[in-house]
């Protein structure tokens, strides 16, 4: 199988970012330039996403295992792992796998360790009755969301995705048919194995739902040392919305945590 696809940029301790649902590692291009002056960040691409090969079922478990294997490839032994929504639900089911001293830190944005109900089904419902054969540009995929996503956020951030193929149709970055397919796995619950003992930081963006106070006993249940930082004036997104809020409490969490050096292998 295919690798994992990834960047890597700057030195130091390594430290792993996983983005979201229907994103791929740009989603993190602006952040990590900042955080690789202190760190060596490697973006991976999960699979099914970006450049990513897709898996035969695209569960949280499989994903996490994928993104796993690529880990121990790139000759890994001590990293600290971060991820974002879909991306901080596979670090967690990681994080509660991982292999004893390897994991470092773990930090989780604006996502909790449950199950969440089907919100992003009406964008799925609207991706796939996108019409990509007679597609010729963005702007007629933007039309043909509009009325289903009246987000224009929202919609500008799924046609990022939308390339031309060498075939010359447009065709989307992320595997849609498998997601759309496997969405309830996704939904789920991550699968924590063992209690997360490393230290774990939540971030929430202030006008998000997605992490909520009720969630706090489920996150003590699964991780021994948690901790909170709240973005102000941001939502689900508070790495795109707040970029040097976040890459400040990301610099500041871990320059708490005692580390090893471990670099990838050229």
Known sequence: MRRLNTQQTGVGPVLIMLHGLFGNLDNFRSVSLHLARSHTVVRIDLPGHGRSPSLPELSLEAMAASVQAEINKLGLKHYHLLGHSLGGKVAMAMAGNA????????????????????????????????????????????????????????????LKSLYRHESGRLRWRFDLPQLATDYPLISQA????????????????????????????????????????????????????????????????????????STAET
Do not use: M
């Open 99 to 158: 292999p004893d001293g390897h994991l470092q830190s773990l930090t989780v944005v604006d996502i909790a360790p449950r199950q969440y109900p089907a919100h992003h089904q009406p964008i799925l419902d609207a991706l796939l009755q996108v019409d990509l054969v007679e597609l010729t540009d963005r702007r007629e995929a933007d039309a043909q969301l509009r009325d289903k996503i009246p987000d224009a956020g929202v919609r500008a951030f799924l």
């Open 190 to 261: 991550p699968e924590i194995k063992s209690r997360i003992e490393p230290p774990v930081l939540f971030i929430k963006g202030a006008k998000s739902d997605y992490l909520r106070q009720s969630d706090e006993s489920a996150i003590k249940a699964v991780c021994a040392q948690p901790s909170l930082k709240i973005i102000a004036d941001a939502g689900h997104w508070p790495h795109a919305e707040k970029p040097a809020q976040f890459t400040r409490i990301c610099q500041d969490f871990l320059a708490t945590v005692p580390t090893h050096n």
